[in-house]
């Protein structure tokens, strides 16, 4: 299984970017961040002055990316129509709580019945720091947000397919993060000391590395043995009076080998994991909700788009609404914030090359279940408070505990979130099912699971009708050739989303996407 | 996850006597790895998933479709790291004579041939992802 993202951007990509769209007001908004790193490729989005001379822009789909379009274009002065095929907003940005329905391309309707308060995240669900975008709207449409607790180390790590006598079984994150630190030191530093870096490293560079590592992996002052640290949590925890805490012992490390447990530790250090990390107060519908609340009548909701047609001044769009009628919506442009899985099955007036890249992308296949627990037994029984139970059945990836709701009385927890292959074979299952695949691998984690196990909700995104699929994943030779031709209008449509950035599968991507489309339709329209 | 390793036992011999196991384990293999998107009847579901029944591509060259279920095409996912190559040969076989198609089998050696052939690349350590 291949990581999703694309991330991290070079050095290099990133300057490739710049020559790109060089000229825009989008670009001096990155430009300004250029020596300070990466933080801010756009910190906000492009002004768009000198008016809309009485223009009119289209746009398709009510996602983050359709939604930050119709908010600016509208805001600009552009007279802006937002044509959504759902009866809500949002996209993948969807949160399933009491009363939503969902139903998949071949499978069963499902009615969430989630107690009133409680729901699950279905799309994205965290936001790091640096997406400042996102950060950017929450703040300015007044959307709270709270912390997202991506990294808990006191989280269990089950591997049932590792061997020895840690494999099978819920292991403390912190234990092995200590000991495989301090194993690895403590060889190294023996190396050192038995003179194996005296040919390549100079004496006092070795003395340094030397205090570093005893430093790095908790060993002891003298001999730099690894025995254990505190850090790695106590056998017994310290109290009151006479009750100081007794150490624990480490794991012999031939056993953490086997029990390949240390496959998790980088699974939340890459740029676009590490803390920082928020979630809106709410649910991940929060966002689109506010842009819907500012944007009222724009959007038109239950309107399907049939076709999509251009001459050299006009765009129009064939839809049909809920009730059946068909109608069609002229403007000067069109901005298809459409998935290009979905985008793709529209009769779409473009070029042979414009339509051929569209199928240039994959996108990912992703199931997720959402299932409510009558008490929160992880934070009451376990100590855990957030982040992510790893587990190393490609069938359940991660179970992820709630990061709202603390100490509360119920709680929704992230069952299970793969991808690929065995999200395929988990969509081919009933809910009923696949809440009990997710529910018997839970309990061998926490033994109160499926007794607390009252309601779920999955979802199996590459089956819901208006996505078909969770993210678009790009190949290089796709990046090279489909990727730049998407970016750049045909005629008077342009596209935007995820997928046409370097973000793909954050709504970071859809915003930024967004900003840079309209940027260029404002330049063309001023021009 | 790792790619199982596989046994290559000789052909003719292997094939008779797996014939009625492979037929049915490539049909579970089939609803549970195939069915979620291609549908339970092959029919696939027009504009998103391909059908299969009555598929050219499906009943073409064996090699060309062991290589679509080891390496994935368009919004299919590979399979090569979770199938093996016995379980490839048997749901393509499935597949190929399921309704109304009429390919003949594709052996567990082609699977194989096609992944030695790919050179493919074993699956990388669970991720966590958006």
Redesign the interface.
């Known amino acids: ?5 694309a991330f991290p951007p070079t050095r290099r990509m990133f300057l490739e970017h710049l020559a790109g769209v060089g000229g825009t007001p989008l670009l001096l908004a990155g430009m300004s961040a250029l020596g300070f790193g990466i933080e801010a490729r756009a910190a906000a989005p492009p002004p768009l002055t000198g008016g809309a001379k009485g223009k009119s822009v289209v746009i398709l789909g009510a996602g983050v990316a359709g939604l930050t379009s119709a908010y600016e274009l509208s805001k600009a002065g552009y007279h802006v129509t937002l044509l959504e095929a759902r009866d809500r907003v949002g996209g993948r940005s969807y949160s399933a709580r009491k009363g939503v329905r969902q139903k998949e ?2 499978g069963e309707e499902q009615v969430c019945d989630f107690d009133d308060g409680y729901y699950i995240n279905c799309g ?3 936001i790091p720091y640096w997406h400042r975008g996102y950060l950017h709207y929450a703040r300015t449409l007044g959307v709270g947000v709270e912390l997202f607790n991506n990294d808990n180390d006191h989280s269990y790590i089950q591997f049932d ?1 590792g061997s020895g006598p840690l494999a099978g079984k819920p292991i403390r994150k912190q234990e092995v993060a200590a000991d495989v630190r301090g194993y690895a030191a403590e060889i190294l530093a023996k190396q050192i000391n038995q003179g194996a870096l005296d040919e390549t490293m100079s004496k006092g560079d070795r003395e340094l590395f030397l205090s570093y590592l005893r430093n790095e992996g908790y060993l002891t002052g003298k001999d730099f043995k690894y025995i254990g640290t505190e850090g790695r949590g106590p056998e017994i925890n310290p109290g009151a009076g006479l009750n100081p805490p007794v150490d624990s012992k480490p794991h012999p490390l031939s056993d953490l080998l086997q029990s ?1 447990t240390w ?2 530790l980088q ?2 250090a890459g740029y ?2 590490q803390r920082t990390m928020f979630e809106p107060i709410g649910g991940m519908d929060q966002l689109p909700f506010a842009f819907a609340r500012h944007l009222g009548p724009i959007i038109r909701k239950g309107h399907v788009v049939e076709k999509i047609s251009q001459t050299p001044d006009k765009v129009t769009v064939a839809y049909k609404d809920a009730k059946g009628q068909h109608g069609t919506v002229v403007a000067d442009y069109c901005i298809a914030a459409i998935p290009l ?1 979905v985008l793709k ?1 529209i009769d779409m007036q473009v070029s042979p090359a414009f339509k051929q890249a569209m ?1 240039g992308v ?5 199931g997720k279940i959402g299932i409510q627990m009558k008490r929160r037994f992880w934070e009451e029984d376990h100590a855990i408070y957030g982040g ?1 139970v ?1 587990y ?1 059945d ?1 069938m359940i ?2 179970i992820s505990l709630p990061s709202t709701g603390w100490l509360g009385k119920k709680g929704v927890v992230l069952g299970y ?1 793969q ?7 988990v ?2 299952k009933s809910h009923k099912d696949r809440l009990a695949l997710a529910v018997a691998a839970g309990q061998k984690v926490f033994p109160q699971y499926a007794e607390n196990a009252e309601k779920s909700f999955s979802i ?1 995104w ?2 819901v009708p208006f996505n ?4 678009a994943e790009w190949s290089d030779e796709g990046r090279k050739t489909a990727y730049p031709l998407l970016n750049e209008p045909d005629g008077r449509i342009y596209l935007a989303g995820e997928h046409l950035s370097y973000l793909t ?2 709504q970071e991507g859809g915003i930024e996407s967004a900003w840079q489309q309209i940027g260029k339709i404002h330049k063309r329209v001023n021009a | ?1 790792t790619i199982r390793t596989t046994l290559i036992i000789g052909g003719v011999a292997a094939s008779l006597l797996a014939g009625p196991a492979l037929a049915q384990d490539g049909a579970a293999l089939f ?7 291609h ?1 339970p009847q092959g029919q696939g ?1 027009p ?3 391909p059908a299969l029944a009555g598929d050219a591509f499906v009943q073409g060259p064996p090699q060309q479709v062991a290589h679509v279920i080891l390496n ?8 090569s ?3 093996t190559d016995e379980q490839i040969a048997a749901v393509a076989t499935y597949v190929r004579g399921a309704w109304g198609n009429k390919a003949g089998p594709i052996t567990a050696a082609a699977v194989t041939a096609e992944r030695n052939a790919g050179a493919l690349p074993p ?8």
Not at chain 1, 362 to 366: C, F, G, I, P, T
Not at chain 2, 72 to 79: C, S
């Open positions: 299984m291949t990581q999703p993202s391309l071949g994205p669900w965290r397919k390949r496959a998790t699974s939340v676009d994991q899985s099955t199928s994959s996108y990912a296949l992703v992510h790893y190393d490609p990836g991660s979130y991808f690929g292959s065995p999200a395929a074979q969509s081919a199996a590459h089956r078909m699929g969770g993210w599968g954050w | 996850m609803s549970q790895s195939c069915a979620a998107c549908q579901i504009g998103a998933f994935g095409r368009g919004g299919m996912p590979k399979f790291g979770d199938l699956p990388t350590d669970g991720q966590q992802a958006h």
